[in-house]
C-alpha cells in the first residue's frame, strides 16, 4: 500500500519595517493593558493583554500596522479565496517569561490567523503541526484506534518585524521560554470572512464582521464621552 499525504496548508510568512515595530512597541508602553495569566493545566500558560478593563476586554489596535496587516491579508486572498475579504476579528498582546509557554492548540471560529513578533529570541519558538483528521473525524468514536500520521512539522523563531500568517485550525503552540533575561513580545489576532461570500440564487451569504477597528473605536469613543 502506497499513502500520498495531500494538504493545501500554507502558512506565510511578512516582514515589517522596523521603524512601525518600534512605534508599536512605544504604543504598547503608554496603553493601560491588562494582563491575563492562564494555568498550567489550561491550554495556555503565558500572558494575554487587552486594552479596557478585566471586566470589559477590549482586542489591541493601532491603524498604521493593521493597514499592513491589511495589505497581508489582500495577498493572501489574491492567492487563496478570489479576493474574499478577510477581517481581523480579533487581537491580542502576548508575552511569555521565562518557564512560560504555550500547550498545542487552535482557533476556532477564525480561517486565517496571524503571529507578529514584537521581540527576537534564541528560544520560545512557535510549532506548527498538521494532522489529517478528516477519516478519525467522520468515523467518531469507531475510529478512535486510528493513529495520525504527522504531516508536517513547521517551527518559526522569534524574530522582531516577523509576522506568520496561518490557517486557523492548524495545531500551533510556544516552546518553554528559556531566556533568563528577556521577555517574549508578540502581537496576535483571528479573521473572517467579511462582505458577499456568494452572490448565487441558491447560495446568498453576505457576511459582516464586527472587526477589531470598530470595537476600539466604540471603545475610544465611550471613553471619550466619560470624560466630557
Sequence with gaps: MKTIPLTSYNIYEFECDDELTNKILDDIKQQQIVWETASPN????????????????????????????????????????????????????????????????????????GLFYLSTHNTAETIFEYKDVTIKNLLGSVGSHIKLNKVDTFVSKPEKNKLIIFPSDILHGVRINKDVRQTRHTLAFNTFYDGIISSMKTGILDIKVNSVKDRYEAYINKKNNETM
Design 42 to 113: 489550561d491550554d495556555v500558560y503565558n500572558y494575554s493583554g487587552y486594552l479596557g478593563s478585566a471586566d470589559s476586554l477590549v482586542p489591541y489596535y493601532h491603524h498604521e500596522l493593521f493597514n499592513w496587516f491589511d495589505d497581508c491579508l489582500k495577498t493572501i486572498s489574491k492567492n487563496q479565496f478570489d479576493n474574499i475579504k478577510l477581517t481581523i476579528c480579533d487581537s491580542w498582546l502576548t508575552k511569555s517569561n521565562l518557564g512560560q509557554y504555550a500547550n498545542m492548540h487552535n482557533h476556532t471560529a477564525s480561517i486565517y490567523s
